[in-house]
């Protein structure tokens, strides 16, 4: 753990309190995915006093967490604790697990689930840590697993976490959110999120609970579009303005679409909303904002990233993002811009002016009213 790290004072287990609920830990909690945000996850989950399987295909990269206790290809110089057991058998990550954390792409998910079901336990919960809409159905990821894999609790860890920091046991904090059947509300203590909370927790890392997993889903996949939004104004040379509006109306198109697939709108302003937003639209980190400044300097999509085939989640949810609102008749003109500058070939320039030049609205909704607005009316160029 680096200098930064947030470490408190041992202190006494203090006496349980009235009205508060107290929650068993998992015991054994797989994490599906060597990349950096499963190696920091598994991270998360070891400093917490758990026992952190760490899956990833390749044995060589498995073996070298395991001697070195680093991950070179994903996280280098960030050391990780003990408790993590990296290998590239799924069978060994995920019998005998009792929660999964899925962090491996959300384009390959349904893959995923056909080699999971093998191996796991009836009712091991499984958290979503990968973030999207699928493409074609238009179905949020919670939608595929209960379609692949039936019969296990499904939920979601979202926020605003770049993995290093996590990691290296900054404080961060996220959200966990399961659907809360009626014995989960008899007894709070026994639900998988609460559960899977203090099963994460510790001095560093500090969990929410929701019930609102379409919330928090949605502001998971919308936020990965309003980044590339956010960086293609930044690479074409707008500055902190732009890119806080373009924050604050990413989150009413985040609200407009979880409202309508029946999430609360309240929620898009916690942290795997407002906060995971935030974060991914200031920095370069970002590998969403990354790609949006590449492309606002002038780069085609094959120069960005030097060549590199680097995935973006937030390129393959510009799609299926803009394919279901325009399913369920919902506006969202930030996502709808970068879907066309994407995967229309429109230009990034105008995209943008005729963006500014939509109709003015109101804030808040309830005063509904639209007025033309004036440089729509004139030729740009």
Request: charged share 20%; aromatic share 4%.
């Amino acid at each position: 753990m680096d200098g930064h790290a947030l470490k408190l004072p041992d202190q006494n287990p203090s006496p349980r309190r009235p009205g508060i609920v107290y929650a068993r830990p998992y015991d054994r909690i797989a994490v599906l995915g060597m990349g950096s945000w499963g190696t920091a996850l598994a991270a998360v989950a070891a400093k917490a006093g758990r026992i952190a399987h760490l899956w990833g295909r390749r044995p060589e990269l498995a073996e070298t967490i395991r001697s070195t206790g680093q991950n070179p290809d994903y996280l280098p110089d960030t050391p990780l604790p003990d408790g993590i057991v990296p290998t590239s058998d799924l069978g060994a990550a995920v019998g005998g697990a009792d929660a999964v954390l899925i962090v491996t792409p959300s384009s390959s998910l349904r893959e995923m689930c056909a080699a999971l079901k093998p191996h796991l336990d009836s009712g091991v919960p499984l958290v979503l840590c990968c973030k999207g809409i699928e493409r074609g159905t238009g179905y949020l990821l919670s939608h595929v697993l209960e379609e692949e894999l039936p019969g296990h609790p499904i939920g979601a860890l979202s926020g605003p976490t770049f993995a290093r920091e996590t990691a290296l046991g900054h404080p961060t904090a996220a959200t966990i959110a399961f659907e809360f059947r009626y014995t989960d509300r008899l007894d709070p203590g026994e639900s998988p999120a609460a559960r899977l909370s203090v099963s994460m927790s510790s001095h560093s890392f500090r969990p929410y609970m929701s019930d609102d997993l379409v919330g928090v889903e949605i502001g998971g996949a919308v936020k990965n579009v309003v980044a590339i939004a956010c960086g293609m104004m930044t690479g074409a040379g707008f500055a902190e303005n732009t890119r806080a509006a373009l924050i604050t109306r990413g989150i009413d198109e985040m609200k407009i679409l979880a409202e309508a697939l029946g999430g609360k709108r309240e929620t898009v302003t916690g942290l795997s909303g407002a906060g995971d937003l935030t974060l991914t639209c200031s920095s370069l980190t970002s590998r969403n904002m990354s790609l949006g400044v590449q492309l606002g300097e002038g780069k085609t999509r094959a120069e960005c990233f030097g060549g590199r085939n680097v995935v973006v989640e937030g390129e393959i949810s510009a799609a299926s993002v803009v394919d279901l609102a325009r399913r369920i008749g919902v506006e969202m003109p930030i996502c709808e811009a970068v879907h066309a500058i994407l995967y229309d070939g429109a230009n990034l320039s105008r995209t943008f002016t005729e963006l500014w030049a939509r109709p003015i609205e109101s804030e808040p909704r309830a005063l509904d009213i639209e007025l033309a607005h004036p440089a729509a009316l004139q030729k740009t160029s």
